[in-house]
C-alpha cells in the first residue's frame, strides 16, 4: 500500500529504461514508500559522457555501474523543484534501503562509498554517510559525495 502520493513522471520512467530489472523494481517500490518525491535522473549512460564526466570531475571512474545498466540517480523534489540538500537524500536512501531489503536486490549508495552493502547494513542513510565521512576523515583523503547515485552490489 502506498504511503504517498508520488509517482514516476514518464521522463524518469524513461530514464529507466535499458536499467537492470531488479533495480528498476526497487526504484518503484522506494517511490511510493519514501517520504521525499524524487525523479529518475539518470540511468544508463554511453561511454563517451562517463569520459566527459571523468574529465570534468563529476565522476571518478571509467568503470561506471551506469555504462551497464546497473545504476541510477536520484533527484530530490521538494514540491516541483530539484534539491541538492544533503538531508533529502538521507529519506531517500532510507526508502531505497527499505525496498532493496523487501525485494531482497543488495544496492550499494553513492553517499556513503566505505559501505559496500547498504542493503544488509545496520547503518540509516545519515548513519551510514557519517561512517563514510569519519571513514575519510580518519584515512586523511576526501570524499566524493555522490548522494543522488545508487547502484547495484557488483555480483548480484
Not at 11 to 31: D, K, T
Amino acid at each position: 500500500m502506498p504511503c504517498n502520493n508520488f509517482k514516476l513522471s514518464s521522463r524518469s520512467l524513461g530514464n529507466l529504461e535499458g536499467v537492470y530489472g531488479p533495480l528498476v523494481q526497487v526504484v518503484h517500490r522506494a517511490i511510493e514508500i519514501t517520504e521525499i518525491d524524487f525523479g529518475v535522473i539518470e540511468g544508463v549512460r554511453s561511454l563517451e559522457t562517463q569520459k566527459e564526466y571523468v574529465e570534468a570531475g563529476v565522476s571518478q571512474t571509467m568503470k561506471s555501474r551506469h555504462i551497464t545498466g546497473h545504476a541510477v540517480d536520484l533527484l530530490a523534489y521538494l514540491g516541483s523543484r530539484g534539491s541538492w540538500e544533503m538531508s533529502l537524500y538521507f529519506k531517500i536512501a532510507d526508502a531505497m534501503k527499505k525496498a532493496s531489503l523487501d525485494l531482497c536486490v543488495d544496492i550499494r549508495w553513492g553517499g556513503a562509498w566505505t559501505v559496500d552493502n547498504f542493503t544488509n547494513s545496520i547503518y540509516t542513510g545519515k548513519e551510514a554517510h557519517t561512517s563514510y565521512l569519519e571513514v575519510c576523515s580518519y584515512q586523511g583523503r576526501r570524499p566524493f559525495i555522490d548522494g543522488p547515485h545508487f547502484e547495484v552490489v557488483r555480483n548480484a
